[in-house]
């Protein structure tokens, strides 16, 4: 995500095929509360809302933030 945030001042890098999954941070700590609540619940656990390409989040960015120099 630092990356990102690089990016957003003016980076002219591409992403053919570069996929970045996406996850509410309330729904972090709530997965956090139900995993530490369960003793069952051993291992890693992964908690992603949606997957997308970095173009379309960048895009959807560019469209919340037209104030912000986001390569297109």
Known sequence: MWYFVFCVAGCDDTYENFF???VHFKDV???H???????SAVGRHVCV????HYGD???KV?????EYN???
């Open 20 to 22: 970045m999954g996406t």
């Open 33 to 39: 509360i139900l995993v530490y609540e369960n003793k």
């Open 29 to 31: 700590a709530l997965a």
């Open 62 to 66: 560019a469209e919340l933030y037209p």
């Open 49 to 52: 809302e949606s997957i997308s």
């Open 70 to 72: 986001v390569p297109k």
């Open 57 to 59: 989040f960048v895009a």
